[in-house]
């Protein structure tokens, strides 16, 4: 019980950040079928436009939840929310333009699998996006060291 203790204080960081994460991903794509229910009948193939709405409402979703819970749970911060939240914003911005530039270079370009270029993708973006909550976000300089 001790070993389980020692792991969890050395990374609870980076476990509540996955755990959280997930439960992003759960909280956006649940917007996502919503929205696809309410506004366009739950068609399984929408038309671009239809594609395009439910892609901001999945992201938007996103990003609401994930600044929330990514400031109580993960970052524990006392930051002024006024402050964070374009920084957020921001940050989760660019890892969506990182998202589109990667997808676009395998999938379409270079013709990698879809579901093989969406997990890199995925994967490249949950780094970033810990690592600009981390060190841009999140980085209040009067945080006492633990």
């Known amino acids: 019980m001790d070993k389980i203790k020692e792991l969890w204080k050395k990374y609870e960081e980076i476990i509540a950040y996955l755990i959280v994460g997930g439960m992003t991903t759960v909280v956006s794509w649940a917007a996502k ?5 309410f506004l366009f009948g739950n068609t399984m193939y929408p038309t671009p436009f239809e594609n395009g709405v439910l892609s901001i409402i999945n992201w938007t979703a996103g990003v609401i ?12 911060s006392k930051e002024p929310m006024l402050k964070e939240i374009p920084k957020f914003v ?5 890892t969506l333009i990182l998202d589109i530039v990667v ?9 990698v699998d879809l579901i093989i270029a969406t997990v890199i993708s995925a994967v490249l973006v949950i780094v970033g996006n810990y690592v600009f909550s ?7 300089k009067n945080k006492s060291k633990e």
């Open 65 to 76: 939840f994930a600044y929330f819970t990514n400031r109580k749970f993960v970052f524990k």
């Open 33 to 37: 079928f919503i929205a696809n229910y």
């Open 103 to 111: 997808m676009q270079v395998l999938n379409v370009w270079l013709k």
């Open 90 to 94: 921001l940050s989760r911005v660019f």
């Open 134 to 140: 981390k060190l841009f976000v999140f980085n209040d």
